[in-house]
Nanobody
Framework: QVQLVESGGGLVQAGDFLRLSCAAS????????MGWFRQAPGKEREFVAA????????YYADSVKGRFTISRDNAKNTVYLQMNSLKPEDTAVYYC???????????????WGQGTQVTVSS
């Protein structure tokens, strides 16, 4: 059974940083891209960042470019999201996901985590 487990969320002040982690298990994830999405209350889920299996291609939403960094450790089947200079508008539930094929900046993804709450106070 495939599981994606996020961790690292929390309550911080504007300008602070957080590092999210997502550990995948239950199958081999060779050649799977890994991504992060977020959903704020009353809004649709939106793309945040994605990284291909090799790490050779990385994508970011314009709203997080220059502040967030995605990385992965394939030996651990883990993807990370370093979030710096956090803003109140970054407040959302953050989800990690993996997919084998298709455009990595868009859904659908094959498997999803349960999400971790990030709250940024002003």
């Amino acid at each position: 059974q495939v599981q994606l487990v996020e961790s690292g969320g929390g309550l911080v002040q504007a300008g602070d940083f957080l590092r999210l982690s997502c550990a995948a298990s239950g199958r081999t994830f060779s050649n799977y891209a890994m991504g992060w999405f977020r959903q704020a209350p009353g809004k649709e889920r939106e793309f945040v960042a994605a990284i291909t299996w090799s790490g050779g291609s990385i994508y970011y939403a314009d709203s997080v470019k220059g502040r967030f960094t995605i990385s992965r450790d394939n030996a651990k089947n883990t993807v990370y999201l370093q979030m710096n200079s956090l803003k109140p508008e970054d407040t959302a539930v953050y989800y990690c996901a993996v997919k084998k094929k298709g455009i990595v900046t868009m859904v659908p993804y094959d498997y999803w985590g349960q999400g971790t709450q990030v709250t940024v106070s002003s």
